[in-house]
């Protein structure tokens, strides 16, 4: 099975403009990003999709691979669904350009999960932790989601949910991390559908599937990753980077 990933990269993002750009160790995120996807050697090919020309010239710079989209899409796996058109492949996987802490193990968790199950009828994949931290849980930036018995998404939220009512301090939540796995033809479906009600009060892409009637499949990973959404999360990526020395 070909297997590649795709980054989308906006660089005027609402909540952090130009945060793409913003360094570590003096490395832009967005090339940070690009080269930890590269140095796990899982991939047959790493795309940077972008509307950018800055962020396209800053990748090339660095050796990376670029397709420019359109100026507008209404989120990441839609810039991904464009770009994937261009590209031969059976398994996507969709990378947000913020995320340049995602490890190894859990995109191969992902790679592994198609390539081990026969049933095409799973199409798309996402990754889920488990906390009890009432600060993660009640950060609107930190998603959460509500599994069945079988580990498919019911639902997504920045509220926190499920509510708890009768009080249980062992209850974890199960907090959603944006990288998803799609089977190659699932990609493209995304995209034929309009942007849902809920996607749209939410501000989350993973609804649009669930309101459309699609399943996705959630993988539990034990470490959660730092993902930069805010001007506060480059700041724990500093001192976390800090704390390991060298990258």
Not at 109 to 131: G, P
């Given at each position: ?87 031969k ?24 999960f ?79 559908f ?54």
């Amino acid at each position: 099975m070909r297997v590649i990933a795709i980054i989308p990269a906006r660089l005027n993002s609402s909540r952090f403009p130009r945060k793409l750009l913003e360094k570590l160790k003096g490395i832009p995120i967005i090339v940070m990003t690009y080269q930890n996807l590269l140095s796990m050697n899982i991939f047959d090919e790493i795309i940077v999709a972008t509307d950018s020309e800055e962020i396209s010239n800053i990748v090339k710079i660095n050796g990376g691979k670029v397709f420019i989209t359109k100026k507008r899409h209404q989120c990441g796996s839609d810039r991904v669904s464009e770009a994937s058109r261009n590209y031969k492949s059976d398994i996507v996987i969709n990378v947000q350009g913020d995320e340049p802490f995602v490890s190894k193990i859990s995109l191969k968790k992902i790679i592994n999960f198609f390539k081990n199950n026969s049933n095409r009828d799973i199409t798309v994949v996402s990754l889920a932790y488990r906390t009890n931290n009432s600060k993660i849980i009640n950060d609107e930036n930190c998603v959460k989601v509500v599994l069945d018995k079988n580990n498919f998404a019911m639902y997504f939220s920045r509220s926190k949910i499920p509510f708890i009512r009768n009080f249980d301090d062992g209850f974890n939540f199960h907090i959603h991390v944006g990288v998803y796995g799609f089977l190659s033809q699932s990609i493209i479906q995304f995209s034929s559908f309009k942007p849902s009600k809920l996607e749209k009060i939410e501000m989350l892409e993973c609804i649009r599937f669930i309101e459309n009637g699609q399943k996705i499949k959630i993988l539990q990973i034990e470490k959660p990753t730092i993902g930069i959404d805010t001007p506060n999360d480059l700041i724990k990526a500093k001192k976390y980077l800090d704390s390991i020395g060298d990258v």
